[in-house]
């Protein structure tokens, strides 16, 4: 494998592919079902999350070895089935990550342009940054989500004059634990695409630091989260949150520095497109990954069919914004976690019988 | 959905005419024209279901969707 990221890169991608999705919409879904005490939903999901990594991934001194021999040579019944699941996992978070980029720009910053051109357009710029490839989309994902932490760092100071926490009260009520429970079942699913390092264990510079940079990168991410929702239940609110279809930029249109820098959420947006392409960009990258997996060269020569053709399925699987947002809080939460489950069990099946 | 296919078509010409003025017909011209029929195929599929692809998400998320619903409102 020629290409090579190291271990903070991956911790990056990691981070950049969990958060920039989550932020979108999915903090309505949360706040709606565990209300004020969401900010400590993405606590438990990473706990359980590092749980999973660390049980599917294994024992570090095992995982060198086995890097090397994971999808190379003649493929294993349990790796064509891994690579069939990954390929089915990643092409319909595509499809749901595409259509959620088009229709945030066609409501909140382009609402007069025909949602089909946003999407082939879109597309065209996700296949030239998945072509590049994985060292590419690593060092431009790199640069642009430390960005983008810093200005999500830098929100508390944005709206300090817009926090009340009194929205915080009650802290620990009767239907804590239930709705923290409801609430980490619905994100459970999205930080489960984190999976996605499984195959990219032979793109390591240092294999074994695989796991310690897949938990950083779901920590940084989790850790993001739980301040953007901390703040959204703070400045806007409970019942404002749950009823708001983007309450992430709702949140940054609070920000109220001067009277003369009153359009400041477009600046900040500004910051977040470029994450949110590279993490579209890494989808069809894995995509690609799995149709092309131990061929040698010509490893882009599906992207641009394979690109457009599902570019297009997220205008037609979806027939209006609500079915695509019932789609990512809801279905996804079932269909994906599955996927996600099968793929760590597969892994570990393939791992155990590895020779060592 | 008519002007989506018209930037798609260039994006094929293009693609084409890639393919076409490749010489000499190697493995990657070969692969590149299995892309394509993948691809035309796709759309076809696409073009001639397009009005039954919505009723697929639809029903998921009356099945497995209303499922969830229920369990974390």
Excluded at chain 1, 82 to 89: C, E, I, W
Excluded at chain 1, 175 to 184: M, Y
Excluded at chain 2, 25 to 31: D, I, L, M, P, V
């Amino acid at each position: 494998m020629s290409e090579k990221i190291s271990s903070f890169e991956l911790a990056m991608l990691v981070a950049n592919f969990l958060f920039t999705g989550t932020l979108i919409s999915l903090p309505q879904a949360l706040v709606e079902a565990s209300g004020q005490n969401t900010w400590m939903v993405p606590i438990a999901v990473f706990l359980f999350m590092s749980l999973f990594v660390w049980v599917v991934m294994g024992r570090k001194e095992k995982l060198a070895g086995f890097s090397r021999r994971f999808l190379s040579g003649r493929r294993t019944m349990l790796e064509k089935l891994f690579l069939v699941s990954f390929g089915l996992l990643f092409a319909t978070a595509y499809i749901r990550d595409v259509r959620a980029m088009v229709d945030f720009i066609a409501t909140v910053l382009l609402p007069t342009t025909p949602i089909d051109i946003l999407t082939i357009l879109a597309v065209l710029a996700v296949i030239y940054l998945a072509s590049s490839g994985l060292e590419v989309i690593a060092r431009v994902t790199m640069i642009q989500f430390i960005v983008l932490g810093a200005t999500i760092l830098l929100l508390p100071f944005m709206v300090l004059n817009e926090i009340t926490f009194g929205n915080f009260q009650p802290i620990v009520g009767k239907e804590l634990i239930i709705g923290v429970a409801q609430s980490s079942f619905l994100l459970l699913a999205w930080i489960g695409e984190g999976i996605f390092i499984l195959i990219l264990l032979a793109n390591m510079n240092n294999a074994p630091k695989a796991r310690n940079g897949a938990i950083t990168g779901i920590g940084i991410a989790m850790f993001l989260l739980t301040v953007l929702i901390a703040l959204q239940v703070s400045v806007l609110g409970v019942e404002i949150v749950t009823v708001s279809p983007y309450p992430s930029h709702q949140l940054i249109q609070q920000i109220n520095l001067t009277d003369f820098l009153d359009r400041l959420d477009l600046v900040i947006v500004t910051v977040w497109i470029p994450t949110f392409f590279a993490k579209v960009a890494l989808d069809l990258y894995l995509l690609n990954r799995c149709l092309t997996s131990g061929r040698s060269e010509d490893f882009n020569i599906f992207m641009i069919p394979v690109g457009l053709c599902l570019g297009l399925l997220s205008i037609l699987l979806f027939r209006n914004n609500m079915e695509h947002i019932q789609f990512s809080f809801y279905t996804w939460a079932v269909w994906g976690l599955v996927v996600e489950l099968l793929i760590g069990l597969l892994f570990m099946m393939r791992r155990k019988f590895s020779k060592s | 959905m008519g002007t989506g296919t018209i930037l798609v078509s260039v994006v094929l010409f293009i693609y084409l005419s890639k393919i076409y003025n490749s010489k000499p017909f190697n493995s990657k011209k070969r692969k590149m024209l299995y892309s394509f029929v993948l691809f035309t195929f796709g759309l076809s599929i696409v073009v001639t279901f397009q009005g039954n692809f919505g009723s697929l998400i639809h029903w998921m998320n009356l099945t497995i969707g209303a499922m969830v619903k229920m369990v974390v409102k």
